[in-house]
């Protein structure tokens, strides 16, 4: 499903921000200094990741809800057709 892929994009793109954002910090902490362009790409990371993390979790739960929400319909709509 479109769905499915999305959320599959969603996670990917942030492990790899994160994978980033931690590769760049682990850099820091090694070197001890950082220039300001190696900073902000490492914030833009961080941020970039925990919104596509939040994007992912709510599309999860938005798509199981939904999911849900269909699955009670169609079991009233086939109750209803068998007359009970």
């Known amino acids: 499903m479109v769905d ?9 793109f942030a492990a790899v921000l994160w994978i980033i954002f931690v590769l760049g910090m682990c850099k820091f902490i090694i070197s001890g200094r950082s220039s300001a362009a190696e900073a902000a790409v490492v914030f833009a990371c961080l941020t970039s990741a925990v919104i ?5 979790v709510v599309f999860k739960r938005l798509i199981d809800e939904t999911n849900s ?16």
Do not use: H, P, W
Request: hydrophobic letters at 35%.
């Open 4 to 12: 499915k892929k999305i959320m599959r994009g969603f996670r990917i």
């Open 69 to 84: 929400v269909l699955n009670d319909y169609v079991q009233r709509l086939s109750r209803i057709e068998n007359g009970k």
């Open 52 to 56: 596509c993390t939040a994007v992912s």
